[in-house]
């Protein structure tokens, strides 16, 4: 097996994220309602893909791995020989408990899961931090999307606030595909704000 490539997996996200932008375009030929159906398949999808790219860099740049544009990672506090070996570093190292679940679905969390084997002045985190008002927005609709209970709503009501001045009470599938406050569909709007995330993370 080859060694680890941060490039195999920004390529793979951005093939995944232009997929899920072909089922976009391909849906606006469907009623409305079911337009709004695929847009937060599609958001769970965009989310996923993102959590993965996020995790999956931290882990190799852990190990040493180059960016895409080949410059080595230099601010590693331990360096780690496999990506099995990053896993459990992140989960134990210098942690009098160990974590039992890493997560990578924001910035905050994403720091809590490296903070002892990644510094925050290595690149990666450094641009990370730039999107985690991004990050944390797409984090709270996606979860109201996958789980829709009243913990999820409130702060799902927290980004149409934030976004609108006052909650307006839209479905998330409406939200996503609305242009009706801005020209540029909020799934779109996300599309576009992963994909710069990816690229971003994935070199110095």
Not at 109 to 122: C, G, H, L, Q, R
Not at 133 to 162: C, G, P, W
């Amino acid at each position: 097996m080859g060694r680890p490539s941060i490039g195999a997996v920004y390529n793979q996200a951005i093939s995944q994220l232009n997929v899920v932008s072909r089922y976009l375009t391909k849906s606006k030929l469907l009623p409305p309602d079911l337009q709004g159906f695929v847009a937060e398949i599609m958001m769970l999808r965009i989310f996923g893909i993102l959590e993965y790219t996020v995790r999956e860099t931290a882990l190799r740049l852990a190990c040493g791995v180059a960016y895409r544009n080949g410059v080595f990672p230099t601010n590693i506090i331990c360096k780690c020989s496999s990506l099995n070996d990053a896993i459990q570093n992140f989960k134990t190292l210098n942690r009098a408990k160990p974590k039992g679940n890493l997560q990578f679905t924001n910035v905050s969390n994403t720091n809590d899961a490296i903070k002892f084997v990644i510094d925050t002045s290595e690149t990666f985190r450094l641009k990370l931090s730039i999107y985690g008002t991004q990050f944390e927005e797409m984090r709270k609709v996606r979860n109201h999307i996958a789980h829709r209970n009243s913990s999820t709503h409130l702060n799902y009501k927290d980004v149409i606030k934030q976004r609108y001045g006052a909650y307006l009470k839209l479905k998330p599938s409406i939200f996503l595909i609305s242009t009706k406050r801005q020209a540029l569909p909020i799934i779109e709007e996300y599309m576009k704000v992963v994909k710069i995330i990816v690229s971003d993370i994935t070199t110095t």
